[in-house]
């Protein structure tokens, strides 16, 4: 199986691309390169055209939504194919407001996780999801998360996003790691370059029960990258 160029893991900032059809599908399009990120590691599929045809969703061919994916993955164009044949270059745009939105709340979620997990009655994260509008968390603790103590992380983040400190991204054995200074954390998602980038964010807590609290994640400044 040949498989698709994730662009996007070394030029996340771009926004158009030129690829050659490798597979058709009954209702999508596998390219040899794309900067299309698709729905996988918990966030949000990029959207854009393809050849000024929309492309409707993207998914990665072996994984499951929230499973680590697989870098080696086909990567599907879901979009209207009767155009389009084997072989054929083709020009891509996708949409980079919403593409550097994502990246901005998506490091931002990082920064979020790395001071939460630091908290009396931290357990784990349970699940998560970001998009270019917020980034949603749920997080387990055996003590209750007050509104204290989700200023106090939100004070603690804003801080260090004014500290201007390099973000980047590696790739190792098929693995992909999100670093900025001190803290790592694996993640095959699409980031900004240095914390400046995000902004100032604020942050909401909802208490789902049963010791979980889901931590939304939102942007303060509406351009910043």
Known sequence: MISTERLFDHAPYDSTFKAKVISIGPDYLVLDRTLFYPLSGNQV????????IDVTN??????????????????????????????????????????????????ASHLVEHFIS??????????SFVNYEKDRTDYKFTTSLTIDDLNNVGEEVNN???KHIKIETKISNGIKQWICGDIKM????????????IGKVKL??????KGIYRVETYLLEENNV
């Open 45 to 52: 599929n990029d959207s854009g055209r393809i050849n000024n």
């Open 118 to 127: 630091k908290l009396s009655g931290f357990v784990s994260v349970e699940g």
């Open 58 to 107: 993207v998914l990665c061919k072996d994984n499951n939504v929230g499973d680590y994916i697989s870098l080696e993955s086909q990567i599907w164009h879901y979009m209207d194919i009767s155009s389009f044949h084997i072989n054929q270059e083709v020009d891509g745009i996708i949409d980079i407001q919403n593409r550097l939105l994502t990246m901005r709340l998506h490091s």
């Open 186 to 197: 694996l993640c095959c998602g699409t980031h900004v370059d240095n914390v400046s980038k």
């Open 160 to 162: 260090f996003i004014a």
């Open 204 to 209: 909401k807590r909802k208490n789902k029960g």
